[in-house]
């Protein structure tokens, strides 16, 4: 099988160990400085409130940096952006390119990639065609984002004229605003589509078929709008006109990652990556952001754990399955649809060709020695080695069932918790108030959804409600007996990545257990299990290190739960099965929530945060998503 060129490097800088050391290190400095990790970016990213990371209420808030610690930020680094000591690419792969080069279709034969030794694709085709939009689904840990960041760092041969850019990083720290950041980049991106045209004018000629193809992108640009349509996205994913300015290096990281993902909607490349792109988002700028690429007339590669985001926007799927891509034609529910069609006949062939496959061999075994049995034993046989050298039809593969549950708690008597005419703002001026007077009740029975846009106060309203802020005005009342637990955005932000999962909680939670059997139980109850239990955190997907954070809040065993964007991360079934979890609770449950289906599945009351004040929307999630759309159309803002 052929070696591409990332697994070349690899090979040809480790024979050079020990002779170029200092070229080693240059490398990986430079590497470092560069890239900017996926995982980690997503883990210090937050799309709201710029508040302190919390795993539990109950926890005394000591403002420090997270649970790494600055000098360890070189090792987490390399681990999250998948390099090796050397800070070459951890990844392995294979592939051919089978398409002719000037196509925009592109399809890669004997596609495999490889991670810290784990097979993740073996000998499959990778294929994208132009203009399509597909989601990449797969369960927490199988390799999706891993993918991604090979195909982004051209470890695939993907022809040079199809130009890759890949979501997994906010807009760097500058003094530039938003829109001029994203401004400057249509510029480089300009700048390199005409030095692309010349290069290739000059080593094919003018008659070279991807010629053209550049000339009309560079031409579509055009410079003159560059203002007027990088605002129009911005203002889509939640900028107003005074924040539109602001200095990036002056944003939390999620705003950063929207930031980043404008200046990905503007240039357009030929082929997108998006790593769970509405994960910074509120609602609205998912309505949004749906929407806008439902018109999407470029290549996309899509990983996301919203259905509502998967139906409106894909055109086809890819199933990364026993270590295979497996393609199919239609959004997320069509896929569903066709998989479960598809593994019924499965079902049906193998159970078919088990009976044959039995059948034959009582036959053979009871032939004995007639000679005109032994001769049909001898044809069955060569019927039976003819199937075996087909393959055999295997039985269907069920996908691993994890189940979320929280532990049973005592009823508490209303009220349990209640916010009497309650104020806040963090300067203390009144004209800066998040919220004034605040009247509302949280009770064992809650199941309540915060919506709203962000920059609202919804985190702050959690924590208003733990008591981690004070109201400037007015009085939260908690039940005595109330133990609540946050599950924050930030939460991840606590966890050492330079640590395995097993040592981390055993560490932090020394005086429950110093069992290491115990430990893997707690772990193994949240879907963490095997090798994903003593793998460095560094290196496991954002949905894996979301389910160590879980794993602790369930020790605490809080009474109520706050849950602030509990999805990010995690992949369809472990959402339905949260959602399960949520609704066989017995406390109460406040939830922060940009996953339209989970709030379908699980709230009861939907409470709108905006204009310093909480009101109850008198409907369903769907009925106010179809609200927020019909907003945007009326405004023009799609």
């Known amino acids: 099988m052929p070696v591409t060129a990332s697994k070349a490097a690899r090979m040809a800088k480790k024979a050079e160990k020990g002779e170029k050391k200092t070229a080693a290190s240059r490398l990986s400095s430079k590497a470092g400085s560069k890239n900017a990790s996926t995982n980690g970016s997503k883990a210090s990213s937050v799309a709201g409130d710029d508040e302190a990371p919390m795993l539990s209420g109950d926890e005394e808030d000591s403002g420090e940096a997270p649970a790494t610690k600055k000098e360890q930020m070189d090792k987490v680094k390399k681990l999250t952006e998948q390099m090796d000591k050397h800070g070459l690419s951890d990844r392995v792969t294979t592939g051919v390119l089978a398409s002719q080069e000037a196509n925009r279709d592109v399809k890669i034969t004997s596609t495999s990639l490889v991670f810290h030794g784990k097979v993740l694709i073996q000998d499959s085709i990778l294929e994208v065609n132009a203009g399509r939009r597909y989601g990449l689904l797969g369960e927490n840990g199988c390799g999706k984002s891993t993918l991604l960041k090979a195909i982004a760092k051209r470890e695939y041969p993907f022809p040079e004229h199809v130009d890759i850019y890949l979501l997994n990083e906010g807009a760097p720290a500058t003094d530039h605003g938003a829109l001029e950041w994203v401004i400057k980049e249509a510029e480089k991106e300009v700048q390199r589509l005409d030095d692309l045209a010349e290069r290739i004018l000059e080593d094919e000629g003018p008659e070279s078929p991807t010629l053209l193809d550049i000339y009309e992108r560079s031409e579509a640009m055009d410079p003159s709008t560059f203002e007027t349509r990088a605002s129009l996205i911005l203002t889509g994913l939640g900028f107003n006109k005074k924040t539109i300015h602001k200095k990036t290096k002056d944003m939390s990281g999620g705003w950063r990652m929207r930031v980043a993902l404008g200046r990905a909607l503007f240039v357009k490349p030929s082929l997108l990556l998006l790593d769970d792109p509405t994960a910074h988002l509120d609602l609205e700028a998912c309505v949004w952001l749906e929407e806008y690429m439902k018109k999407w007339d470029k290549t996309l590669i899509l990983v996301s754990h919203s259905m509502d985001f998967l139906n409106g926007v894909c055109t086809n799927m890819i199933d990364m399955r026993q270590k295979q891509l497996i393609y199919y034609g239609g959004n997320y529910d069509s896929y569903v649809k066709t998989r479960s069609e598809n593994e019924t006949n499965q079902q049906k062939a193998y159970v078919k060709q088990q009976d044959e496959i039995a059948h034959i061999k009582k036959f053979i075994a009871s032939a004995g020695t007639y000679a005109n049995l032994v001769r049909q034993a001898k044809s069955r046989q060569k019927i039976l080695d003819k199937m075996e050298a087909d393959g055999f039809i295997q039985p269907v593969a069920q996908d691993r069932v994890f189940t979320f549950r929280f532990a049973d708690v005592d009823k508490l008597p209303p009220p349990v918790l209640s916010f009497d005419d309650v104020s806040f703002g963090y300067s203390g001026k009144k004209e800066d108030n998040l919220y004034e007077n605040l009247d509302l009740g949280i009770d064992m029975d809650s199941r309540t959804a915060l919506v709203g846009p962000n920059g ?37 932000d606590q966890l050492d990545l330079t640590k395995s999962a097993l040592d981390f909680v055993r560490d932090k939670f020394s005086s429950v257990s110093q069992d290491y059997q115990y430990w893997r139980q707690q772990l193994g109850k949240y879907g963490l299990s095997g090798e994903s239990q003593t793998a460095l955190m560094g290196t496991l997907s954002e949905g894996q290190r979301s389910r160590v954070v879980f794993s602790l809040l369930a020790i605490e065993s809080p009474n109520m739960l706050l849950l602030d964007e509990p999805t990010n991360g995690l992949d369809i079934p472990t959402i339905d099965s949260l959602a399960d979890a949520i609704n066989a609770f017995s406390g109460g449950v406040v939830v922060v929530s940009h996953d339209f289906r989970l709030l379908d599945k699980i709230a009861k009351e939907i409470m709108v945060c905006e204009n310093k004040t909480v009101t109850r929307w008198e409907g369903t999630i769907t009925e106010y998503k179809n609200h927020l759309r019909k907003k945007m159309l009326a405004r023009g803002a799609v």
Request: avoid cysteine; proline fraction near 3%; glycine fraction near 10%.
């Open 456 to 492: 609202v106060g919804k985190s702050t309203l959690l924590r208003l409600m733990t008591g981690k802020l004070s109201p400037t005005s007015g009085v939260v009342n908690r039940h005595t007996h109330l133990k609540m637990g946050l599950y924050s955005q930030h939460s991840a």
